[in-house]
């Protein structure tokens, strides 16, 4: 299998003026191959985000090495985001500008094809069923359109590589079922997803593989099955909560 | 970058909010002004009228006598015979002698004296009247003709009429509303794309396209700068229309004669042209402050505080464009934005002073500078670019200066 995403003893860290320095992402390693969704599952300031964002280039880490596509992030940045969508936790969108205008944009930004556009853009906007709102103003979509939009403009220029961070979260059910559907299609197209979650049961449904990170450690990789057999737990909260303490217990050993 | 700041720009543009109080905080100030100018002309009439100017005459030929009448009629000049008027210091002297069967004279006054200056018109008038006067009779009683007698011709040098006065008015109040209202609108938008995009976090999704960082800071520049232009243009336009249909016709009723002002004079095509080309550069010197006080904030209301006092200093500085006893010097030249509304000020007023606008330019050259070299990189940093909130502006600096050490 082709590996698309291949991460080595990535570490990042931050100052705290009450903490001082914290390691947000300390030795992580794992690759992902084309055709998969990897799900990093962890509770908030797990060091899902930070992850995501050195693999976007929007970061520099500490130490270790990304290689996305083929590219390196540090010695060919460009490249890596040509071959990225990436995906913030947030919508970002423009208030002001309509999701047909978004769409468009972030198609000429990333250097799409200019006499395909047009052409894109609709194919995009009818697959996404943004038609009936296509021209409205992003500030007066509801959360959920602004999210599908979100994602529209992540994936407008066909990037192999797809970056999501939360897609779904604070979304409802429906909303949320349609994103789920729109990313197994992307992998059926042979992209790579990594995505990031902390609700459990959205990554055992749509992930291929599921990484589970905590404290900026990444405790474990694997498909929920190799998973369920390691812990010999079957819900995946469980398995969680079961890696987690596992680690814990290490590092009182180690010392 | 064409492709960023249109995207920005049109974000932008399409912001009513941002668009209304751009166009309306300079138009606050339209009345200020309306006020600023009829108290203004207000207090020069009251001013000319409670001073008394000695006007020190001698008329050596006693055939002239009678011009003592027409001197005398002069509002608010004293006239004093004497026999030495030259050395007379505290007023405007006048010799009168004859020559060619007319009068000849010789007026003494302190070209530095605004007083003095002002009082002279009103002497020049009646001097000229009485020459006339003379040419006339003299004409009648020797039966000469007209034609051979060569036109009465004054050379007058620092006079200052009416025209100098509004043209120095105008001079100061065009280049500081446009400012004003060039730093009103760099501000709001500095504030919307610097911190408002981090705080969306539109800045992350930009960040990742196929573009350098700078190209992404220099495209939220330039949109900064395009937009403080254009409202920098309307007000600017505004200011000019309200100024002639409207004030036009107030001052006229401030100061007689003042509603017949030639337009041309301020409203030309070299001042229009000079005004444009000042307005670009303020507004992409007021731009590269904001810019960069706005994107060490990650969120509105930050950028606003980050903001703040730069726009009051930078308000403030035109400030002293106004004051008629400020002369150009060297650190009006140094101050970046200042320098260019003074220049401006002096172009419009038609004092071309070359050194201050040399100054100016070498100046505004080493800030440019300044702010590319030791500010510009700050902005390019992850901390200040994605707005980590755990990190202070403080550590933020320390950070970077601690990188430069290394290096």
């Known amino acids: 299998m082709e590996e698309k995403i291949i991460i080595k003893n990535l570490c990042k860290e ?19 191959y084309k055709g998969e969704v990897f799900g990093l599952l962890g509770p908030n300031g797990a060091g899902k985000t930070t992850t995501l964002r050195m693999m976007a ?21 460009r490249n890596v985001r040509r071959s990225i969508g990436y995906m913030s936790s947030s919508t970002a969108l423009y208030p002001r500008l309509s999701p047909r205008e978004i769409i468009t944009y972030f198609a000429e930004l990333n250097d799409y094809p200019k006499n395909e556009i047009p052409m894109r853009v609709e194919k995009i906007i009818r697959y996404f069923g943004i038609g009936d709102y296509a021209d409205t103003y992003s500030e007066k979509l509801s959360t959920g359109m602004k999210q599908i939009t979100s ?8 990037p192999p590589v797809l970056i999501l961070d939360e897609p779904s979260s604070g979304l409802d059910v429906i909303v949320a079922q349609k994103i789920h559907n729109y990313i197994n299609d992307l992998k059926n197209e042979g992209k790579t997803i990594i995505f990031s979650s902390h609700n459990m049961g959205e990554v055992e449904k749509i992930c291929d593989r599921i990484g589970i990170i905590n404290n900026g450690k990444l405790l474990t990789v694997g498909t929920i099955n190799e998973l369920r057999t390691i812990s010999s737990k079957y819900y995946l909260e469980e398995i969680f909560i079961y890696f987690v303490n596992e680690f814990e217990k290490r590092v009182e050993n180690a010392y | 970058m064409k ?35 009829t108290q203004f002309l207000m207090v020069k009439s009251g001013f000319e009228e409670s001073r008394k100017v000695n006007l020190y005459y001698r008329i050596v030929d006693p055939g002239f006598s009678d011009l003592k009448d027409s001197i005398a009629a002069i509002r608010s000049l004293v006239p004093v015979e004497t026999a030495e008027p030259e050395t007379e210091k505290n007023g405007i002297s006048l010799i009168v002698t004859r020559l060619n069967e007319l009068p000849r004279y010789e007026v003494l006054l302190d070209s530095s004296n605004a007083v003095h200056k002002s009082f002279y018109g009103g002497l020049e008038e009646k001097l000229t009247a009485y020459y006339q006067t003379e040419l006339e009779k003299l004409m009648t009683d020797k039966n000469y003709q007209k034609e051979y007698f060569r036109v009465y011709n004054i050379e007058s040098v620092n006079i200052e009429g009416q025209n100098e006065i509004i ?3 105008l001079s100061f109040i065009i280049p500081l509303m446009a400012v004003i209202s060039i730093i009103s609108s760099v ?4 504030v919307e794309l610097g911190s408002g995009h981090s705080e969306d976090k539109t800045t992350e999704t930009t960040l990742t396209i196929p573009a350098d960082r700078k190209d992404v800071i220099l495209s939220k520049f330039f949109t900064v700068v395009i937009y403080g232009m254009l409202a920098g243009l309307v007000n600017f336009i505004l200011l000019v229309t309200m100024i002639i249909v409207i004030f036009k016709n107030m001052i006229g009723q401030v100061e007689a004669g003042l509603a017949d002002f030639d337009w041309g004079l301020i409203i030309n095509f070299k001042n229009l042209s000079i005004s444009f080309v000042s307005l670009v550069l303020i507004a992409f010197f007021v731009s590269l402050i904001f810019v960069t006080a706005a994107g060490f904030a990650s969120k509105r209301k930050d950028g606003n505080i980050m903001v703040s006092p730069f726009t009051a200093i930078i308000t403030y500085l035109p400030l002293v464009i106004v004051i008629p006893a400020i002369e150009p010097n060297i650190l009006i030249a140094m101050t970046p934005v200042l320098n260019i509304a003074f220049a ?17 330019v070498a100046f505004s050259f080493i800030w440019v500078i300044v702010m590319y070299r030791f500010l510009f990189p700050f902005l390019l940093e992850e901390e200040v670019l994605l707005g980590y909130s755990n990190t202070s502006l403080i550590r933020k600096i320390k950070i970077k200066m601690g990188k430069w050490k290394k290096k």
């Open chain 2, 187 to 190: 501000a709001a938008a500095s």
């Open chain 1, 151 to 158: 994602i529209a403009r992540t994936i407008v220029h066909d």
């Open chain 1, 57 to 77: 280039t929007l970061m520099k880490p500490n130490s270790g090495s990304i290689q996305i596509a083929g590219y390196d992030t540090e010695n060919d940045p």
């Open chain 2, 344 to 360: 401006l000020k002096l172009i419009i007023s038609n004092d071309l002073n070359i050194a201050f606008i040399a100054e100016a």
């Open chain 2, 3 to 37: 492709i960023l700041i249109s995207l920005y720009l049109k974000d932008l543009l399409r912001n009513k909010m941002l668009g209304i109080m751009v166009i309306l905080v300079p138009i606050i100030f339209y009345p200020l002004i309306y006020w600023g100018i």
């Open chain 1, 14 to 32: 931050f100052y705290d003026p009450q903490r001082g320095i914290v390691k947000a992402v300390d030795n992580v390693s794992f690759s992902a």
């Open chain 2, 167 to 169: 043209t120095k008015i």
